[in-house]
């Protein structure tokens, strides 16, 4: 399984993925699943990926070969992020296309893989887009200003809590690493090393962090989000006991 969050803001973009393939009692098996393609001062396209590993290598190996062949179609041509999403949902559907065709409908494996793509071309302002398994592609909005692909119901709360268009990049990275470590904390098939980017707007350039399983500012954020919560918890209003009325009672 796999997480992968994009968040926009005013002050630009943060990506963070985990690097989790496989699981199991006896191996674990990691494989990173951010990709980055940048030509200075003109564009830059950040790609997270999720699914099934042959497609997501596929794709990805077919967008680097689009760009070193010098294609008429690729990230070093396209003029805007939509259009980059229509692209690598194109290059999906046919790589999954193939792996059917190849490995027939039966057996239960499924070639499905969705994608994420941010970034920013010149003229234009940075962009998210989410690629689903068909092809087609869905932005932010102003009241969901992130995407998720992969395993994103326990990461989900904290970023709908947190995130604003005006929310600072830090804080952005940070919420993403909490997301992240909830995502870790309920279910194991998600799991580090943990990588993160930050693009600032107007910028074309991406820092990138890699976090292992023992890191340790990962594990002093872990660390001090558990506690907090804690804190936060204790704090919540009382239940008034002796207000409340039994249903023997009220029967």
């Given amino acids: 399984m796999t997480y992968c969050v994009a968040i926009t803001m005013d002050a630009g973009l943060v990506f963070c993925s ?35 590993l042959a497609t997501t290598q596929a794709v990805v190996s077919q967008i680097k070969r689009d760009i070193r062949d010098n294609a008429a179609t690729s990230l070093k041509t396209l ?64 009241d969901t200003p992130y995407l998720q692909i992969g395993e994103s119901k326990y990461g989900k709360p904290i970023l709908d809590r947190i995130l604003s268009a005006g929310t600072t990049l830090e804080n952005a990275a940070r919420c993403a690493l909490v ?8 279910n194991l098939t ?24 023992d890191d340790d500012y990962l594990r002093a954020l872990k660390k001090a989000w558990d506690k907090y919560l804690i804190e936060a918890f204790d704090r919540l209003p009382s239940l008034n006991w002796s207000d409340s009325v039994s249903h023997d009672e009220q029967g």
Avoid: C
Wanted: hydrophobic share 30%.
């Fill in 79 to 142: 003029p805007d992020i939509a259009e980059a999403a229509s692209y690598l949902g194109e290059i999906s559907r046919q790589e999954q296309d193939k792996h059917v065709s190849v490995g027939g409908p039966n057996g239960g494996t499924s070639f499905e893989a969705s994608f994420i793509i941010g970034g920013q071309v010149a003229g234009d302002k940075p962009r998210l887009a989410m690629v689903y398994p068909q092809g087609n592609h869905i932005t932010t909005s102003k």
């Fill in 190 to 213: 998600v799991g580090p090393p943990i990588e993160l980017g930050i693009y600032p707007a107007d910028s074309f350039a991406l820092t990138r962090f890699r976090f292992d399983d």
């Fill in 18 to 52: 985990d690097s989790r393939t496989n699981a199991g009692v006896d191996q674990v098996s990691t494989y990173g699943k951010m990709y980055h393609y940048s030509v200075r001062g003109e564009r830059d396209f950040i790609v997270l990926s999720a699914g099934n």
């Fill in 179 to 186: 997301s992240m470590d909830s995502t870790m904390r309920s």
